[in-house]
């Protein structure tokens, strides 16, 4: 009776993440809902994305824009390869005392198919992206800070 408690145990050290997506046009649109809480974030507020840049060359021909509760958005990331946090900056006034943010982000530039393209993660059991909003990002290793453009 007892393996059987056992094996009803959810998994130890499960990922965050266990669908991943392929952005490799520049009309498509990667949609999240997120409930801000109240009295965070302080300034400077960010988006983070769990995400994974695909390109041959230094730096790929793609870059990240999109909107934020309709406020258009453009940002500079120096990407790296593999799996990493993109740390999205937000103005203010794109929070300006909302409830929810409602994120819509797309690819610019000239992504491919084959070489150019972002890999998006997101969690079926939350039903979304990886995104956060944050107050400011731990400094690690695996996130990328952008810049508005």
Excluded at 11 to 26: G, L, Q, S
Excluded at 49 to 70: C, H, I, M, R
Excluded at 133 to 148: G, I, K, Q, V, Y
Aim: with cysteine.
């Amino acid at each position: 009776m007892a393996l059987f408690n056992v094996a009803a145990l959810a998994p130890r050290n499960a990922p965050e993440y266990d669908d991943v997506e392929a952005a490799y046009r520049t009309d498509q649109v990667l949609t999240a809902q997120l409930a801000v809480p109240a009295g965070v974030p302080q300034p400077p507020a960010m988006l983070t994305l769990l995400a994974e840049p695909k390109f041959p060359a230094a730096q790929p021909t793609f870059g990240l824009a999109g909107e934020v509760n309709g406020t258009p958005l453009g940002w500079r990331c120096a990407f790296a390869r593999g799996i990493q946090r993109l740390a999205l900056p937000l103005p203010q006034s794109a929070l300006s005392s909302a409830s929810t943010l409602d994120v819509r982000l797309h690819l610019t530039g000239s992504p491919s198919r084959e070489t150019d393209y972002l890999l998006v993660y997101s969690s079926s059991r939350r039903g979304v992206l990886q995104v956060s909003l944050e107050s400011a990002p731990n400094p690690d290793r695996t996130s990328t800070f952008c810049s508005l453009e």
